[in-house]
């Protein structure tokens, strides 16, 4: 990966202030000028509705919006652009499946206990009105997927295998073909929460044949509150909307409405035009890096982070320690110290960003009696001197601050 050449794309490092190391992307990458370009133009050349006016600009939108759509489907390797619904977050495409689907009481969803909030409490509260039951797959000390769990918790009863292909806490992954071909042998659909895999590896729906693939566009370099859902057709036909009203029907009358067919059906209301379009900039412009490059670059910078952190006294790693299970994420602990004051410290000292607390994963921390870790992730505008800076000022923290 050609660092510089990259970083030339990215306002902040060719800004006056570029002397700081974000290490945060897990949360949101930065944005390439091409997104920010993309949007801009929107707002200043063609800022009117898609879908509805027929006018000249209208019918521009309306031309940007299938085109980003159609790159969103070649990006995630789906057979229909129509297979793809455009949602403000991951979260919301989440929820449009946990509460799309009309659950019968005692079915049963099978999440890991690693999962995000946005792929728990959607389930909590489909217990609470439906009475669906929940089976958790504990991972192991090793914090790499247990897939004999995973097997003893199938059974016919399972209706969903909803589960992180990725997670956020300490980056490993599940062996995502695998747990789909033996859920659907239990006549289970399967969603993924792509929020972490979508940006970092090649991630091709048809050939892991899952039902429903969700995923954050922000965490990819396209804009702030944006994401999508990927659904089989045949599935998203019978998903009720979450969301409903202007845009996703065809005809109402005083007491009856016809949804549009997908994705229009999940669509309703205005929509955030500039952020579809912007999504579409950011697939193309990862397409061109080449995720395989863009794999392999994440996990070099996680390589030199982990050897450099593992040398740090009372510096501990969350497991697994090698880096090679946990792609772009490092997450670490400094003895005795909270993981957002040594955030804090690491920013005052060294402009150091990264992520402290426990992540939007409470069940994980608060079953572990952990109070949270601090988490550095990497990305295509990192570079090693980045993660030197990084390991430096962490050894400094702890040389400091750990008790
Ligand atoms: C694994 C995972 N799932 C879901 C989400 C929620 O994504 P969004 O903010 O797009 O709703 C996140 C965000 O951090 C995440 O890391």
């Not at 079915?107 to 409490?121: K, W």
């Not at 988490?375 to 400094?396: G, K, P, T």
Request: hydrophobic content about 40%; aromatic content about 8%.
């Amino acid at each position: 990966m050609d660092v510089d050449k990259v970083r030339n794309d990215f306002p902040l490092y060719t800004s006056a202030s570029k002397d700081f190391i974000y290490l945060d992307s897990a949360c949101q990458t930065l944005r390439p000028i091409p997104v920010i370009e993309a949007m801009s133009r929107y707002y200043l050349e063609y800022p009117a509705c898609g879908g509805r006016s027929v006018h000249r600009l209208a019918t521009q939108v309306s031309i940007e919006v299938d085109e980003a759509r159609e790159k969103v489907a070649s990006f995630l390797g789906a057979e229909r652009p129509e297979e793809i619904a455009f949602t403000k977050s991951c979260t919301e495409a989440l929820n449009l499946v946990a509460k799309g689907l009309r659950y019968r009481r005692d079915e049963v969803v099978v999440t890991t206990d690693f999962e995000h909030n946005s792929n728990h409490v959607p389930w909590l509260q489909m217990q609470k009105s439906y009475g669906i039951k929940r089976r958790f797959v504990l991972t192991p000390p090793s914090g790499l997927f247990d897939i004999e769990a995973f097997k003893n918790a199938m059974s016919r009863e399972v209706r969903m295998v909803s589960m992180v292909h990725i997670n956020n806490i300490n980056g490993t992954g599940i062996p995502a073909k695998e747990v789909i071909e033996i859920a659907h042998d239990y006549g289970s659909l399967v969603m993924l929460d792509g929020a972490q895999a979508a940006p970092h590896q090649k991630v091709d729906v048809d050939h892991l044949d899952v039902d429903f693939y969700a995923f954050s566009a922000h965490k990819m370099l396209g804009p702030s509150g944006m994401g999508a859902l990927f659904g089989k057709m045949e599935l998203l036909k019978t998903l009720e909307p979450l969301i409903s009203g202007g845009g996703g029907v065809s005809l109402t009358t005083h007491d009856r409405a016809d949804f549009l067919p997908p994705p229009e059906r999940f669509e309703a209301g205005l929509q955030n035009y500039a952020g579809i379009i912007g999504t579409g900039v950011a697939v193309d412009y990862l397409g061109r890096l080449g995720m395989q490059e863009i794999m392999e670059h994440d996990l070099d910078l996680n390589k030199r982070a982990t050897s450099r952190l593992q040398a740090i006294p009372n510096v501990s790693i969350l497991e697994p320690s090698e880096a090679k299970h946990r792609g772009s994420i490092l997450s670490f602990n400094i003895k005795g110290m909270s993981s957002h004051d040594a955030a804090m410290i690491l920013d005052e000292i060294g402009k150091v960003m990264i992520r402290s607390g426990m992540h939007c994963v409470h069940p994980y921390f608060v079953a572990r009696h952990l109070d949270g870790c601090a988490r550095a992730s990497f990305y295509i505008y990192n570079n090693e001197n980045d993660i030197d800076r990084f390991a430096d000022a962490v050894s400094e923290v702890a040389s400091k601050f750990s008790m």
